[in-house]
């Protein structure tokens, strides 16, 4: 009589999953630290109080809307409907493009209606907002980039592997990104 003995091994976490876990964790730290300087620094009598640009509303909807397309992407992959991913994948990045774009156009708002982003005449509350959304902003492009990269390998004839991992570690950023700027815009607007 033969007997089989079953092991149970943990499940295990992918090396660029946890890494990006890991990664994320930084930033929010990074972010948290900002924006507690924020709050210490907004306590001082030559804080500037100003409502954040219409603009940055629209460039929210617009990040919550590619969160959904990156959402959509990774379900298409993974079905491997390529022809859909691959439309996906270039929607959420071409709206990445745009939220970076409607925040800078936020600034150029504020600017407009004199409220110095840097300089002589800046305000330590706009110079506050210019550095952590700038960050946030630099984190997007970075998701951009990710997705650009991934759209091309998506369409290359010599690539053919479906590893859902790296559309998984994408969308997972993407997210995180999209759940950053919520937290900030919450901020910005009722807690900061």
């Known amino acids: ?3 089989s003995v079953q092991t149970n091994e943990p499940k295990r976490i992918h090396p660029h999953k946890f890494t990006m876990w890991v ?4 930033i929010v730290m990074a972010f948290a630290g900002l924006t507690s300087a924020y709050i ?4 001082q009598s ?10 940055f ?13 990156m959402h959509l992407a990774t379900k298409a992959f993974k079905a491997r409907e390529m ?3 691959r439309t996906l994948m270039t929607v959420t990045a071409a709206l990445g493009v745009l939220f970076i774009v409607l925040q800078y156009l936020g600034f150029v708002n504020l600017e407009a209606n004199n409220i110095a982003l840097v300089g002589a005449k800046s305000n330590s509350a706009a110079s506050f907002l210019l550095v952590i959304t700038g960050l946030h902003m630099v984190h997007v492009l970075g998701g951009v980039i990710a997705l650009l990269v991934m759209f091309i390998r998506a369409y290359s004839s010599k690539t053919k592997t479906y590893s859902s991992v790296p559309v998984e570690v994408a969308g ?3 997210h995180f990104v999209d759940v950053l700027w919520i937290y900030l815009f ?3 607007n009722w807690i900061g």
Request: hydrophobic fraction near 50%; proline fraction near 2%.
């Open 1 to 3: 009589m033969m007997t």
């Open 23 to 26: 990664a994320m964790g930084s």
């Open 40 to 43: 210490v620094k907004k306590n």
């Open 46 to 55: 030559s804080w500037l109080e100003f409502d954040l640009p219409v603009v």
């Open 57 to 69: 509303w629209y460039s929210t909807a617009v990040i919550l809307i590619s969160s959904v397309t």
């Open 83 to 85: 022809g859909r991913y």
């Open 172 to 174: 997972t950023y993407w």
């Open 186 to 188: 919450i901020f910005y």
